[in-house]
């Protein structure tokens, strides 16, 4: 478990480290810039590069068995992410590894676990092959226009919470179909080369989701100081959460 800055979740959890680019979200990745420093920091779990003819950044996807130990020893009630650092859905994540890291999320109950992806289409293809806990929450990123589709692959999953991240947000998303959808975050990219986010965009995904009763976070406007720019939208802070969290 690790403390994180992530504003829509409280702590982090890595049973799967590394992962690679599938579209243009992917970019900037955080969690590649993160990995190269923990690497040079001697982090254990970020020297795999995939490739060992090459001196890589330590992103090479790597499962951590050891780590699925973790949640068992936590005190409390945690609201947890899931794989900040990798993809749960990447290819080279074996499914015998995702339905232990499921088994270990049906076990601790008191925890609410969140799993994000950007390859919907593998998670639909294994859905049927997994036992889809009620402590879990699944989302898929929904970055740009043009991947609007991964939402039709989350909503034939049997997760019992499926929620939407529009974040980094590249373009308008004037056409989202929210139906079966408990939540939405949306927010701009941050770092030194991050790409503008007309704030057009984000009020326009809040009104959808106010339209139809979905809860709407948003967590940031982002730019090469996100903190200086806040998160402020039409005067307020936008941090609904899905009606689960809150029975």
């Not at 809040?206 to 720019?229: S, Y």
Request: glycine share 8%; aromatic share 8%; net charge neutral.
């Amino acid at each position: 478990m690790a403390a994180t800055g992530i504003e829509w979740t409280e702590t982090t959890w890595n049973p799967v480290t590394g992962c690679d680019r599938v579209a243009a979200g992917c970019d900037n990745c955080y969690a590649l810039a993160l990995a190269k420093r923990l690497k040079a920091m001697g982090a254990e779990k970020y020297q795999n590069d995939g490739d060992p003819r090459t001196s890589g950044p330590g992103f090479g996807v790597t499962v951590h068995r050891s780590a699925l130990a973790q949640p068992y020893r936590w005190r409390g009630s945690k609201l947890v992410f899931v794989n900040s650092m990798s993809d749960l859905f990447h290819a080279r994540v074996p499914i015998g590894f995702i339905r232990d890291i499921m088994d270990v999320i049906r076990d601790t109950p008191q925890h609410t676990y969140q799993v994000l992806t950007k390859r919907a289409h593998r998670m639909e293809r294994l859905a049927d092959r997994i036992d889809w806990p009620d402590n879990l929450w699944v989302g898929v990123s929904v970055e740009s226009d043009d991947v609007v589709g991964r939402v039709d692959h989350l909503r034939r999953i049997p997760a019992r919470t499926k929620f939407l991240s529009c974040e980094p947000l590249l373009t308008a998303l004037p056409n989202l179909d929210l139906a079966g959808i408990d939540w939405v975050i949306a927010g701009g990219e941050s770092g030194p080369r991050a790409r503008p986010m007309d704030p057009a965009w984000v009020e326009d995904i809040r009104d959808q989701c106010l339209a139809v009763a979905v809860p709407f976070f948003f967590k940031q406007w982002g730019g090469r100081t996100p903190k200086a720019r806040g998160r402020e939208l039409d005067g307020r802070i936008w941090d609904e959460m899905p009606m689960q969290a809150q029975a």
